[in-house]
């Protein structure tokens, strides 16, 4: 950053703080949410009530810490532009006699607000400092340092001076600033920002925080809580063509699958919330509104089952498990409305898969046949696998995935899958002798009171033992248990499904959530360690480099995981509201 970048900001927050503060430091202090000085109009509302914690939780955080030791980042802290703008920042402390975060703390001490009002296509900021003596401070010392600026460069402060009821009100460009008490308020419409100014002084009671939308949206609102967004979507509708009326194809099938149906429910919903909780243990979103079953299109009931009531089964969790999803989705429903979800492209994509597998699957139709034999509950997993005390080990370890499945029907669906698996395979083997790959061989293998049918690769005479071809990851394999089916790509994984499966009862239990999903960053760390010289090699052939540069990237990589714990991500929805939860924890040791 340049010094000239450095003195355009400080003269941006001179100018902001330009006002002269008048005798309204009590009226102020009525005021204790930026909330109830803007208009009931306003339609987005975002506010971080206490800057100076989140700042602190992430630049005072072990994984800071690590990236400041980082040699790149010492690098940095090295170049003439790093070096003019620490110079810069220094000067600018010693002037306001505190250092930068201090600051920023006296002047964001009650909050920080922006939001916008479509009555008057106006946005506004506003800052609640410490005080009114804080304001004054700060404003004198940072005009100090801009008046020297500007009059070695025989320059003047564009700056226009106006009067709006007793408060001292600054314009610069299309900005305006105005002091009142502990207040800084910068809005970019007149209108707004004597409407803003108006309820400072009479104290209005019609405001946004008494809107029913946003006291409804406060008492959803979780906690803790370091900033959070509100959006009125009953209002946004109402504007034409901000927000849509209807049920909206998409083009993206994954999208759909994961989060398809809240958006029936944002289509009807009044408003959305957003928020974040950051502090050393995690970094946490949420984003929730309103919800009711009745709002869900038709189309959609593939998500949230009949009245909304599907729930998905609990999260399988085995060892060296690096993901695990569980969720509630009628997937031949989906399939079988593609039409009504997707748009043309895509639905045309659907009907020729369609007719694809079923003649794989022997004239079967894959959507109302195959798909159909599976009830909504499912769930996935993807695991490191072992390859300890194994003949042949390849070069590069795959990790094992599966998943498993509820039969609607257990007794007529096993023989028909089971057929269906063998068959597979023969088609499989009769493709990869056309194209020299390694065929495989089926076999039955009795295991905790059921049978694991399964194929593995024949090995290539040429396969190093040590160091075999990536068809080594794979052994395909089905096995079914009580009315579960799982199709998994190992055997080993398909044991551990059986063994889980048939000790408890979780896997045909609900869980409270419509969607779960949990990813291990220890198990990849440990997955990216498994594969080091051969991540090691890629990188010098990719990147160039030599062979101790390309090690400590790996390395690097490998640290970088073994800060961060689980990602957890959540759908949950009843007959009041829906939320989405994303929280990213930390190990304990990078507090």
Avoid: C
């Avoid at 922006?114 to 506003?126: E, I, K, N, R, W």
């Avoid at 399939?335 to 597998?357: M, P, T």
Wanted: glycine share 8%; aromatic share 8%; proline share 5%.
């Amino acid at each position: 950053m340049s010094i000239g970048l450095l003195r355009r900001s400080l003269f941006a927050a001179a100018m902001l703080l330009s006002a002269s503060t008048g005798a309204l430091a009590d009226k102020g202090k009525t005021f204790d949410s930026p909330a109830r000085l803007l208009p009931a109009t306003t339609v987005f509302y975002a506010e971080v009530p206490r800057p100076t914690e989140v700042i602190a939780a992430i630049y005072d955080h072990a994984i800071a810490d690590r990236l400041r030791a980082a040699p790149e980042y010492k690098a940095a802290l090295a170049t003439p532009q790093a070096f003019v703008f620490n110079a810069g920042l220094k000067l600018v402390e010693n002037r306001l006699g505190m250092t930068w975060r201090e600051a920023v703390a006296a002047l964001t001490a009650g909050g920080v607000a922006v939001a916008f009002d479509p009555a008057t296509q106006g946005g506004a900021l506003l800052i609640r400092a410490r005080d009114e003596a804080t304001l004054q401070q700060l404003r004198d010392s940072l005009l100090g340092i801009v008046r020297d600026e500007t009059e070695k460069r025989g320059q003047e402060i564009p700056l226009k001076s106006a009067e709006y009821r007793g408060i001292p009100v600054q314009q610069l460009g299309d900005l305006k600033f105005a002091l009142a008490g502990p207040w800084l308020i910068a809005v970019n419409k007149d209108e707004l920002g004597r409407n803003i100014l108006d309820r400072y002084l009479d104290g209005t009671p019609d405001s946004l925080a008494a809107h029913p939308q946003m006291l409804a949206a406060k008492e959803m609102l979780p906690s803790p809580v370091s900033g959070w967004v509100w959006a009125n979507l009953q209002q946004l509708r109402h504007l034409g063509g901000v927000l849509p009326q209807t049920l909206q194809k998409t083009d993206n099938p994954v999208a759909e699958l994961m989060i398809g149906g809240l958006l029936g429910t944002l289509g009807e919903s009044p408003f959305a919330l957003a928020a974040v909780d950051v502090n050393p243990n995690h970094l946490e979103l949420s984003f929730l509104s309103p919800h009711k079953p009745a709002w869900i299109d038709p189309a959609r009931e593939y998500y949230f089952g009949t009245k909304g009531t599907g729930r998905a089964p609990r999260l399988l969790d085995l060892e060296g498990t690096l993901l695990s999803l569980s969720a509630y989705r009628d997937l031949s429903a989906m399939w079988l409305r593609s039409g009504d979800l997707f748009v043309d492209r895509i639905d045309a994509g659907f009907a020729e898969a369609n007719a694809n597998l079923s003649t794989l699957f022997g004239g079967k139709d894959f959507g109302e046949d195959i798909l159909g034999a599976f009830a909504p509950e499912m769930q996935l997993v993807v695991s490191r696998q072992s390859f300890d005390g194994a003949e042949t080990i390849p070069a590069i370890r795959v990790p094992a995935f599966a998943a498993v499945f509820r039969l609607r029907e257990s007794d007529s669906g096993r023989d028909e899958f089971r057929r269906m698996f063998v068959n597979l395979i023969g088609f499989l083997n009769i493709v990869g002798a056309m194209n020299g790959n390694p065929q495989m061989d089926l076999r039955t293998i009795a295991h905790s009171g059921t049978e694991i049918h399964t194929a593995t690769f024949v090995r290539d005479r040429r396969d190093d033992a040590l160091a075999a071809s990536i068809h080594h990851n794979f052994s395909p394999s089905i096995a079914f248990t009580e009315n579960r089916f799982v199709i998994a790509s190992t055997t080993p994984l398909a044991r551990q499904l059986v063994d889980r499966l048939a000790s408890s009862n979780d896997g045909d239990a609900p869980s409270e959530e419509n969607t779960s999903l949990k990813i291990s960053f220890p198990a990849i760390a440990r997955i990216v360690d498994d594969n080091r010289r051969q991540l090691i090699a890629q990188n010098m052939l990719a990147e160039g480099r030599n062979r101790e540069d390309a090690e400590r990237q790996i390395g690097l990589l490998i640290e970088g995981l073994s800060l961060l714990r689980d990602l957890e991500f959540r759908i949950t929805a009843d007959d009041q509201r829906a939320s989405i939860r994303l929280k990213l924890s930390f190990e304990e040791s990078s507090k």
